[in-house]
Nanobody, 115 residues
């Protein structure tokens, strides 16, 4: 059974940094494409970043140059390093992976950017 557990969210001032982690289990992590999504209050969930098994990365335009996704296959963990955070980055951040058996999501971790 696939499980994704996020951690690392919190309250940070504008311009600050946070690193989110997502620990995966019950899957062949090293071959999976992993992604981060976010959902702000009153808005639809949106894709933020992805990393493939070959470590190719992609980002939504609003976070390019500020966020970095990475993976550690030895720890079955994917990270999202978030720098130069803005109030509009405030959201619940979710880890995601897709498989033939369906889509899997973590429970989410809250990121709040506020002074």
């Amino acid at each position: 059974q696939v499980q994704l557990v996020e951690s690392g969210g919190g309250l940070v001032q504008p311009g600050g940094s946070l690193r989110l982690s997502c620990a995966a289990s019950g899957m062949l992590f090293r071959i999976a494409t992993m992604g981060w999504y976010r959902q702000a209050p009153g808005k639809q969930r949106e894709w933020v970043a992805s990393v493939t098994s070959g470590r190719n990365t992609a980002y939504t335009d609003s976070v390019k140059g500020r966020f970095a996704i990475s993976r550690d296959n030895a720890k079955n963990t994917v990270y999202l390093q978030m720098n130069s955070l803005k109030p509009e980055d405030t959201a619940v951040y979710y880890c995601h992976t897709g498989a033939a058996s369906g889509d899997y999501w973590g429970q989410g971790t809250q990121v709040t950017v506020s002074s």
